[in-house]
């Protein structure tokens, strides 16, 4: 089974920015990965932030940050 990610998506998260706390403005990219853990251990928000904080946590747990911050290089908002 091929898995194909959404790519209007990955460019959204890519552009997507922290909207509140310490970290406002923020792109989620770049947020510390022991915040994103403390975010899963509490819980995620709902709704598009909290999946978007989770997608990003997966995405810097397994080293794929370079095509997030490829995205925002190539695909400027």
Sequence with gaps: ???????????ELAHYKMPFGKHKDWYLVDLPVAYLVWFKQKGFPTGKLGEYLETTLDIKSNGLEPIIRKLQKEFPK
């Excluded at 089974?1 to 460019?11: A, F, N, S, T, V």
């Design 1 to 11: 089974m091929e898995i194909k990610p959404d790519k209007r998506k990955l460019l």
